[in-house]
């Protein structure tokens, strides 16, 4: 089983990006999502989380009305709608899927936000 992230850029402060995390070999509904960041210099923080059991999203106080987690089940994959991006959302995003047993982690997609 694997994730895998993409649709990091390079994107200037106020604007938009929607990371997408595909999932495969694995049975999509019964993973809470997640997603995490690490920016330069710093440790790897939570960003945002949707819980497969009850749809319930979750998110960081830093990112809280700004970024949006969803789910298509259709076609495994979790976004992140990222809006009003400022300075310090510059990172590496994660993508993670949490079973009952076991954690898949992405190889991450780079985010860089520039004035």
């Known amino acids: 089983a694997q994730v895998v992230e993409s649709g990091g850029g390079l994107v200037q402060t106020g604007g938009s990006l929607r990371l997408s995390c595909t999932a495969s070999g694995l049975t999509f509904n019964q993973y809470t999502m997640a997603w995490f960041r690490q920016g330069p210099g710093k440790e790897r923080e939570f960003v945002a989380s949707?819980?497969?059991?009850?749809?319930?999203?979750y998110y960081a106080d830093s990112v809280k009305g700004r970024f949006t987690i969803s789910r298509d089940i259709a076609k495994n994959t979790v976004y992140l709608q990222m809006n009003n991006l400022r300075l310090e959302d510059t990172a590496v995003y994660y993508c993670n899927a949490s079973g009952k047993y076991e954690t898949y982690r992405g190889q991450g997609t780079q985010v860089t936000v520039s004035t």
């Open positions: 949707h819980v497969h059991k009850d749809g319930s999203t």
